[in-house]
């Protein structure tokens, strides 16, 4: 249920807004590519008892919004897989892993209309762990790191190019925590709560 949890959300926001339409009914959509930096807090808790860090890590991510107002828009972030290092005190880098960190939220633009538009959003995140495989020390064991799913926030703000086209600068927080198992024996929880720092190109249509 956990794992479904931020898709019935998604589905509800989308429910929600689906009556409500634009009067105009033109530019509703606001399609974004950028790029973004999945930056984890310093302290990312102990694993077998030794202090953990999880590396950063950049990627491409496409986000569409859709507006269901001139103010609120409801928004779905996806992104090409993060690769991360976990790393031990002592013992340097232990395991690599890839996760796709799906985002659902809401957001209100504070000034649709302006050439300079600031908006806040809040929302869930869904981050899907794979491709996790040991390394260094711990080369030939099994390592795994749970699914998690948590609370989102998002700021930022949309600079108008023209009437279609605007470019878009935004910070996200999201509540990332996974068990962590070695051989499946859990060793710890690893406390990633990321901030992500975003830039992209959007289109209205």
């Given at each position: 249920?956990?794992?479904?949890?931020?898709?019935?959300?998604?589905?509800?926001?989308?429910?929600?807004?689906?009556?409500?339409?634009?009067?105009?009914?033109?530019?509703?959509?606001?399609?974004?590519?950028?790029?973004?930096?999945v930056a984890p807090k310093d302290n990312n808790g102990?694993?077998?008892?030794?202090?953990?860090?999880?590396?950063?890590?950049?990627?491409?991510?496409?986000?569409?919004?859709?507006?269901?107002?001139?103010?609120?828009g409801v928004d779905a972030l996806g992104a090409w897989?993060?690769?991360?290092?976990?790393?031990?005190?002592?013992?340097?880098?232990?395991?690599r892993t890839k996760q796709l960190p799906p985002t659902?939220?809401?957001?209100?633009?504070?000034?649709?209309?302006?050439?300079?538009?600031?908006?806040?959003?809040?929302?869930?995140?869904?981050?899907?762990?794979?491709?996790?495989?040991?390394?260094?020390?711990?080369?030939?064991?099994?390592?795994?790191?749970?699914?998690?799913?948590?609370?989102?926030?998002?700021?930022?703000?949309?600079?108008?190019?023209?009437?279609?086209?605007?470019?878009?600068?935004?910070?996200?927080?999201?509540?990332?925590?996974?068990?962590?198992?070695?051989?499946?024996?859990?060793?710890?929880?690893?406390?990633?709560?990321?901030?992500?720092?975003?830039?992209?190109?959007?289109?209205?249509?």
């Open positions: 249920m956990k794992v479904l949890l931020p898709f019935v959300i998604a589905a509800a926001l989308g429910t929600l807004a689906a009556p409500i339409v634009h009067a105009e009914g033109t530019d509703s959509w606001v399609l974004r590519v950028g790029g973004a930096v102990t694993l077998a008892g030794a202090r953990a860090t999880v590396s950063s890590s950049a990627r491409p991510t496409i986000d569409l919004e859709y507006m269901f107002t001139p103010n609120w897989p993060f690769l991360h290092d976990v790393k031990l005190a002592g013992l340097g880098t232990v395991a659902f939220g809401i957001n209100y633009h504070f000034m649709p209309d302006a050439a300079w538009s600031p908006f806040l959003g809040v929302g869930v995140n869904y981050t899907n762990f794979f491709g996790t495989h040991a390394t260094g020390a711990l080369y030939g064991n099994s390592v795994s790191i749970a699914n998690s799913w948590g609370a989102a926030v998002r700021a930022g703000f949309d600079l108008r190019i023209s009437d279609k086209w605007l470019a878009t600068v935004d910070v996200r927080w999201a509540d990332i925590e996974s068990d962590v198992k070695v051989n499946n024996t859990k060793v710890g929880t690893a406390k990633i709560d990321p901030v992500v720092f975003g830039a992209s190109v959007g289109y209205r249509f």
